[in-house]
């Protein structure tokens, strides 16, 4: 479903992603990790074109575009087959869970708003807050708030979602109940591309795991083979580090 060739990224002096590929099947859940500084989030924000790339191609859904030099209605055809899903939830202050859901489908995609709140009602059920359609972000907790953006996520039907360490800002208590909702998305065979500290979502949940460390990828397979046997020394440093 997505493939990337040799993305580089620099800014200014600082060469932050030095040639990374990666490729993705429809299906997979695959857990980016590493540690902070290694690059992680500025390859999640070049694939969505949140950042420009420097250098590299992407193959999505069948079509090839430059990353670098990638027009404004190729990023726009992209983008409606994908959804974002950020650290610090990104929600409209003044609006309500519902009407956070709805925005993007009644102004970006011109729904009509009766449809709008069909589907974004049928979201925030399946995230588990069938409950919380009237309420503002104040009135939620930061797990209610991230559940609310996975909601606004899954309301433009995307054929892939991006994490952006979705539970890196939630006490831990409330990281149980994200992750629960993504472990459930998994299993629904949603396929997703998650940058994440999390070590046992990475386990148990993503079919597979790629390592990345000063921009660039030191490993990757799946999930199983990379936690039970790595094969890199830098690997087994990272993960022994982990679960200290």
Do not use: W
Request: charged letters at 25%.
């Amino acid at each position: 479903m997505l493939e990337i060739r040799d993305i580089q990224k620099s800014f200014g002096a600082l060469e932050v992603l030095k040639g990374v590929s990666l490729q993705v099947e429809q299906g997979d859940v695959v857990a980016i990790l590493g540690p902070s500084g290694s690059g992680k989030t500025t390859l999640l924000r070049c694939i969505n074109f949140l950042e420009r790339a420097d250098a590299g191609t992407m193959v999505f859904d069948g079509e090839t575009v430059s990353m670098h030099r990638a027009s404004h209605r190729e990023i726009a055809a992209i983008r409606k087959k994908t959804a974002f899903v950020f650290q610090n939830y990104n929600l409209f202050r003044n609006k309500t869970a519902l009407q956070n859901v709805t925005e993007g489908l009644v102004i970006a995609r011109r729904m009509a708003k009766a449809e709008a709140v069909e589907i974004g009602k049928r979201s925030l059920d399946k995230v588990g807050l069938s409950d919380r359609y009237d309420y503002y972000p104040s009135q939620l907790s930061g797990g209610q708030q991230q559940r609310v953006a996975i909601a606004r996520a899954l309301a433009t039907d995307p054929k892939i979602i991006y994490f952006d360490e979705p539970t890196s800002a939630l006490d831990p208590e409330l990281t149980g109940e994200v992750l629960s909702v993504m472990q459930q998305l998994a299993t629904e065979g949603m396929t997703m591309l998650v940058v994440t500290h999390e070590m046992t979502f990475a386990r148990n949940v993503s079919s597979k795991v790629i390592f990345m460390e000063d921009g660039l990828v030191v490993e990757e397979g799946d999930a199983k083979g990379f936690f039970d046997h790595p094969k890199t020394e830098r690997t087994k440093a990272f993960l022994n580090h982990s679960n200290q």
